[in-house]
């Protein structure tokens, strides 16, 4: 499968997200968490579509050197929508308008006493690209194409759980939910499916 980075995909993706039937979490006093996953052209000259994914700082109290989208708690009284473009602006220094928005895709609960909620934006010009040290370590573009390999998924099961852990395989990195769960779910957007993922499992390390 191809995905050239254009004004094409750009109107697919919004009509598939318009069309996404979401389910909102309502089972439980879960904390609210947004992260971004925006879509920019990838920066090995094919002109293919990516997302921009993250290495997370070593200095970080939570997480620390994970694999992870732009994201975070939301603040109070602010929209999913505000909290990830806030989150932009503060991990990669990124400021984009509402109307780069795509759309919104399921919540997804955490073992660790949080719902997180991927917005869906664009981004076309990642010059501004300012990566903030404090929060993040590296930022790399993951072509959407490669996550329809035939290998960059996988699904396991582990004795402490009934539920399927995933696997996403990026480069020759592991990444596991809830990262990989919300990329899972929007890789098969891209695809026009609807692929619920809030029953992936996450790794037994994760669960605090």
Request: charged share 25%; proline share 8%; with cysteine.
């Amino acid at each position: 499968m191809s995905f050239p980075f254009s004004a094409a995909l750009r109107t697919t993706l919004s009509a598939r997200c318009r069309a996404f039937p979401r389910i909102a979490y309502e089972g439980g006093d879960l904390k609210p968490a947004a992260v971004a996953i925006t879509l920019v052209e990838t920066d090995d000259g094919s002109g293919q579509a990516a997302f921009l994914l993250t290495r997370r700082a070593a200095r970080m109290r939570a997480h620390a050197g994970q694999w992870a989208l732009p994201g975070g708690r939301c603040d109070p009284g602010e929209t999913l929508e505000q909290a990830a473009l806030r989150e932009l602006e503060e991990e990669l220094g990124l400021t984009l308008p509402p109307e780069n928005i795509l759309g919104v895709l399921d919540d997804y609960p955490t073992r660790s006493g949080y719902v997180i909620t991927p917005v869906v934006a664009w981004l076309d010009d990642p010059a501004a690209l300012a990566p903030n040290p404090d929060e993040v370590a590296s930022v790399h573009r993951i072509r959407l194409d490669h996550m329809h390999a035939d290998d960059a998924v996988a699904f396991e099961t582990i004795p402490e759980s009934p539920r399927p852990l995933i696997r996403l395989r990026v480069g020759d990195q592991d990444l596991h939910a809830p990262t990989a769960a919300l990329i899972y779910q929007f890789r098969e957007l891209v695809a026009g499916r609807v692929t619920r993922v809030a029953d992936l499992e996450q790794p037994v390390f994760a669960w605090r």
